[in-house]
Each structure stands twice: as structure tokens, then as C-alpha cells.
């Protein structure tokens, strides 16, 4: 088969594609909402530091929403209070978030009556809370023409939901909790545990007597210590096998390996910074 004609040369197409990425960040950067730049969006508080990225997803209601400082709202994220725009919903929030919470791509969180999310809770993309669901009490009436069922919904704080969880009406999630990727919560879910499942199941649980149960299979991560400095990262991002070997015997031996400098860490690479 003949070969198809390219219309375009390579250097105008590579100067098209980088005019159009270039464009199109600038129009998130300028979209997105922020306390400082609102644009049409009158939220009843939105903290420091947060960010809802554009584009945004169906947002309505806002002036009964409240959000904390410091949350990051992905692309398409949907935050809605009231059944439909233009209602007076009264003197109080329906949906609160709390500070330094990130709600994944896509998510929606739909607060007909009250959604509380606390402070630190992590959304994977595409997660779905919602305090109201059909009713089909009357199995002669269209399921959507009948009244729909409203329960408050609670997120503890310092949770992480999975990707594609779905959190039902009256759904009580506790503190420190895991919703499994496309787990379905209804209930009480206590502090402090691992959910799965549709319906959702407490598969893991820590308590102050026995720990996790059943234990982990991985040991905790280890953090950084809190004097390390991003030359010293820099430095020892650079360390082959052997050299790694060597800071683990100098730590065997009482040596503070981590305390190296980054000339020091560079010597045991066997190069200096930027060699």
C-alpha cells in the first residue's frame, strides 16, 4: 500500500503540539479555584491553600459547602449541596471537608443532606459519596419517579478510600480507615481498619492489645530522618550496591550513616557531587 503523504513536516508539528500543551496549561493554571481566585464560585469557606483543578466537574450549592486549607480537588471532581441548584438549604453547611484532604480525578460527592469528610482523608480517582439513594418501595411507580431515601454521611478523619469505593447514605466511617479499591460502605465501619468488599467487610483491624490483625505482611516504611538534606539525597541517589553495603556496615557499627554529608556520602560512591 502506498505510504500515506505527511501533511505536516516534523518541526511544525513539534511547535504545534508544544503551542497547544502550553496553551491548554495555561487555561488549567487560570481555571482552576482557589480562596483568592473564586471566579464565580461563592463557597461558604474555602481554607488556604486549596485548590479545586479545573476542568472542575458539576459543582452547585457551594455556598453550603465549606472546604479546609490546604485540600487538593482533582480534574472532574463533583461537589454538589441540595438536590438541585437554587435551593435555600438553611442557615447551616450540608458538606464539610476538612484540612489537607485530596479527592481524587473524577470523584463525586454529593451531600442532598450532610456529607462531614475529616481533616487528612486521601480520595483515590473516581470515588463516589453520596447521602442519597433511590427508593422502590412501590413496585408499580418508576424507580426515578419515586421520593428518594437521605441519611447523613461521616468520613473520619485520616482515612484513604481506594479507587472507585463507593460510600453509601448513613455510611459511619471511623478514623484511620482503608475502603479497598471498589468497596461498597454502608454502616459503621470502626476505627482503625481495613474494609473490602461490596458490601463492604472489615478484612484487617488494629487494636492497642494486639495490633493489626491479621498482621501486615510488609514492615512499616521507614522514614527519612529529619535532618537530611536534598544534598544529601542528591548524593547518595548516586551510591551503587557497594557502596550501600559500606553505609550498612558503618551503621551496624554505631556509625550514623544518614549523617553523612554529601562530600562524605560521594566519597563512598566513589565520585564527588556533580562528577
Not at 15 to 30: C, F, K, N, P, S
Not at 80 to 88: E, K, Q
Request: aromatic residues 6%; glycine residues 14%; negative net charge.
Amino acid at each position: 500500500m502506498p505510504k500515506r503523504k505527511n501533511t505536516f513536516s516534523s518541526w511544525p508539528r513539534r511547535l504545534a503540539q508544544r503551542a497547544v500543551h502550553a496553551g491548554w496549561a495555561w487555561v488549567q493554571r487560570t481555571g482552576s479555584v482557589t480562596a483568592e481566585h473564586p471566579g464565580r464560585f461563592r463557597f461558604g469557606a474555602m481554607g488556604t491553600g486549596t485548590r479545586l483543578a479545573f476542568p472542575l466537574g458539576t459543582v452547585f450549592g457551594e455556598p453550603w459547602i465549606r472546604i479546609g486549607s490546604h485540600c487538593i480537588v482533582g480534574e472532574q471532581v463533583t461537589l454538589t449541596a441540595g438536590l438541585m441548584p437554587g435551593l435555600d438549604l438553611g442557615p447551616e453547611p450540608i458538606l464539610r471537608i476538612g484540612d489537607g484532604v485530596v479527592l481524587g480525578r473524577g470523584s463525586h460527592v454529593v451531600a442532598d443532606t450532610t456529607v462531614t469528610i475529616g481533616s487528612d482523608c486521601y480520595f483515590g480517582p473516581y470515588v463516589y459519596v453520596t447521602s442519597t439513594n433511590h427508593s422502590y418501595d412501590d413496585p408499580h411507580e418508576p424507580i426515578g419517579k419515586q421520593w428518594p431515601r437521605m441519611e447523613p454521611v461521616e468520613i473520619g478523619p485520616g482515612c484513604w478510600i481506594g479507587t472507585g469505593a463507593v460510600i453509601l447514605p448513613g455510611a459511619r466511617v471511623g478514623k484511620n480507615v482503608v475502603v479497598a479499591a471498589g468497596a461498597v460502605v454502608r454502616g459503621e465501619v470502626p476505627d482503625h481498619c481495613v474494609v473490602a468488599g461490596a458490601p463492604a467487610r472489615v478484612v484487617r483491624r488494629w487494636t492497642p492489645d494486639e495490633g493489626w490483625q491479621p498482621p501486615l505482611r510488609t514492615p512499616p516504611p521507614v522514614p527519612l530522618p529529619d535532618d537530611v538534606t536534598p544534598d544529601q539525597l542528591r548524593a547518595l541517589s548516586r551510591l551503587d550496591e557497594e557502596s550501600v553495603a559500606r553505609l550498612a556496615e558503618l551503621d551496624e557499627a554505631g556509625l550514623d550513616g544518614a549523617g553523612l554529608d554529601a562530600h562524605g556520602a560521594a566519597r563512598l560512591a566513589g565520585s564527588e557531587p556533580g562528577a
